[in-house]
């Protein structure tokens, strides 16, 4: 396959991987601006919504479409009830000091880690797509006749990676329209500003918190029934999305929702087009130095707003 | 007696019970306490940092991994002998120790223990990277034959164990001397209140990186013990695993104790043997302590005992 | 001779100018008073002064050296002292060793002698965070009396202090008066009528009246700016 077809294959992996990246990160981007603390455990929602999608499709026979949405529904329900827990259970009563949560949250990235292994095991499985078909694409050259179409052997895309796309683009979409416009978007934006003055305004900040910190488990446990179909469900495949979601937010502007996006399309598309001419090893590299880098530098990211 | 004499005979004490096992436990367990003496040496030097200084790092794996890779590659490649190739190893421990000091430094926080993080994760990514000579994940063997000092065989488990203590005593004799002179006071006000000690006329930037540099070397010096003790070197130890356990340890042994390290690594390396003989998820109890410390008891074990009864414990 | 200048300080927060160009000199052994309503710019002023906050522009002068280039803990060492608005000590440790921290010695007696200025000797063994505010806030002062500087800057020393212990204060205060130049912010005017040789308004950022008590208090502009009626 020449350069271009090449070139454009790696764009649309880049974007499937863009969009559950964006999604995940923004469930970690959400929990930082509201309550300034930082979830270690993210990534370990994320493979507990795509174990529970495998747990679900499999119980449920039949058109592998049905257990799709049924894992969709509850993957992320469950995901966000045990956050609810955590959220009760250990950070309320450490007052979110931001030194404890991070300590308590890696605790419980090693409970729901090894949890997973003892229930689910440690072999990697497949969950079937609940529909897939390959698309071939065309691609366009100055052949002896003029500007011609025609599809290169191997430049094809599938239509559940599209999919993963256009929900993505929904959700995220939808999840903007809440923040803006409905009471409950502007109750969570009002705690993230002034927790006192929301408190002064009878804002049950306490009950906003634990709804927010199983929101953003929700929306990695759905990034992740999103991409199951595509990448097997694993005991750890929480480690890299973690990592991934973490230099977003950061790239992005801790608390900044649109940068958070722009940053994962960024970073999902680059570590995609990235990948293909480096080694992953080395685009891992250079992607968690610049991280470092940015924190040192310009710790408000590229969106975030400058610390007074 | 006053307190400072109380403390030396407390670790003088330490050290000489921890003489008379070398030659009074079975073989297991004199091989598992040289492991713990080493790894409690990478705990002193975490605890440096994070328990006097209060600065959370989540990255202490790469100055455990400069230590252990500074010494297995020159003794590997470079054929050195164990002593030349320790120096290589703290030098190298050190050198990176000041250089993420110098960016690490400028951030607080939340911010300091991403930053650490991933520094960490670009180290263990760049030993991986570089697999030709590391051999990855997979690591590789130092001889036993390179693995003498004059004549001293370090592979003899009780010339082994003899060398373990040593380095854990020196660890745990310069750390608790550095607590008693007035630059581990000024780590504890840094610790307790950074702006004030600031404005009492202290440089405080300064203490800082020099807590970060004395905390990497030691660490590092443990990764090099481990790697000559025990004959063998991994990229699992700068893995993000390798960074949380020195927290593990100080936590539960007590942070800002001179003891606490080892009562840590001790507690932990016993309850995590215990526990994979039954299960393969045995870092479950890592996690189940770690949640409970946070909750009940983050002074941990010796902090809780200097809190409630011994308040005199360094 | 002056011990103390600042030529142009200027210090401006996105928007907002908190200090706006003070030019302001401070003989040696003086005790100055700092006063005005919330917000004009006091705090910022002797922030500025004491290193902890950078200007924006403007020059500070001590004992004829600029060391506006210079970081707080280096104009500390050369002889200032500066005691926070809200009270800043180590609440986790024992006022012995707060005091050893503040004297940079271990130096027992010494600590002991300190507290004992300010009555506090018999508490040395207890723990910061057990006493009362009060009790904290004349540790606080302590401290930065130990240093024996050349320059005490105190910021609302005697904000939570009850009458006998403001007694206590304004002797101490007295007793240090000559050899230490003494620069506090205050908002009870008892103590400043008490205790200052000159005291200085500040309003929005500005010098709105400089000179000896008898004169500020008969001031016009400052009555109608701050004093009131009283």
Sequence with gaps: MDFGPHLLLAVLEGAVGAAVLALTALGLSLVFGVMRVVNVAHGEF???????????????????????????????????????????????????DPEATIVGTIGVLYILQQTALMTYGPEARPVEPPFSHRIALPWFEWGENGFAMFYPWGLSTNSYKLFVIGAAIVILLAFWLIMTRSKAGLIMRATQLDRETALAFGIPVSRVYSIVFGLGA???????????????????????????????VIIGGLGSIRGTVLAAVLIGMSDGIISVFLSPTLSKIIATLLVALVLVFRPQGLFGKKPA | MSIGTRSTFLHLGLIALLFVLAFVLPSYHQGNLARIMVLATYAIGYNVLFGYTGLLSLGHAMFFGAGMYGLGLAMQYGGLGVIPA?????????????????????????AFMIVTLMFAQAGYLTVLYFGAWTRGDEGFVIAQSARQIAGLDLTAPTTRYLAALLLFSAALLITARMMQVSFGSVLIGVRENEERTRMLGYDVFRHKLAAVIIS?????????????????????????????????????????????????????FYLIDYSSGLTNAYMLIAGVVLVLLTLFARAGLVGEIRKRWVAWLP | MILLETKGLTRVYGGLTAVDGVDFALPKGEVHA????????????????????????????????????????????????????????????SLADNLALALRSRDRGAALAALDRVGLADRADQMTGDLAYGHQRLLEIAMGVAQKPRLLILDEPTQGLAESEIEGFNALIRELAGETTILLIEHNMNVVMALADRITVLEMGRILASGTPAEIHANRAVQDAYLGTG
């Excluded at chain 2, 443990?222 to 020195?246: D, E, K, R």
Aim: a positive charge.
């Design chain 1, 46 to 96: 994320f493979m507990l919504g795509a174990v529970i999608a495998w747990f679900v499709a499999t119980s449920i026979g039949g058109h592998p479409a049905v257990g799709f949405v049924a894992a969709l529904a509850l993957a992320p329900l469950i995901a966000g009830l045990v956050a609810v827990l955590v959220d009760r259970l250990i950070l309320k009563p450490v007052k979110y």
């Design chain 1, 218 to 248: 929700g929306l990695a446990a759905l990034a992740a029934v999103l991409i199951v179909p595509i990448q097997q469900a694993h005991y750890l495949m929480g480690h890299d999305p973690l990592l991934l979601s973490f230099i977003v």
């Design chain 2, 86 to 110: 320790f120096a290589v190893a703290l030098i190298c421990a050190a050198a990176l120790s000041a250089v993420v000091a110098l960016l690490a430094l400028r951030t607080i926080g939340v």
């Design chain 2, 216 to 268: 990497g070397t030691i660490s590092g010096a443990a990764g090099a013990g481990y790697a000559v003790l025990f004959g063998y070197v991994g990229a699992t130890f700068t893995s993000v695993q390798y960074s949380i356990f020195p927290l593990l340890w100080v936590l539960l042994g007590g942070a800002g104790t001179t003891i606490g390290p080892l009562v840590g690594t001790l507690f932990m």
């Design chain 3, 34 to 93: 700092l006063i005005g309503p919330n917000g004009a710019g006091k705090s910022t002023f002797v922030g500025m002064i004491s290193g902890r906050i950078p200007a924006s522009s403007g020059e500070v002068w001590f004992d004829g050296q600029n060391v506006t280039p210079l970081p707080a803990h280096a104009r500390i060492r050369r002889g200032m002292a500066y005691t926070f608005q809200i009270t800043a000590v180590y609440a986790r440790l």
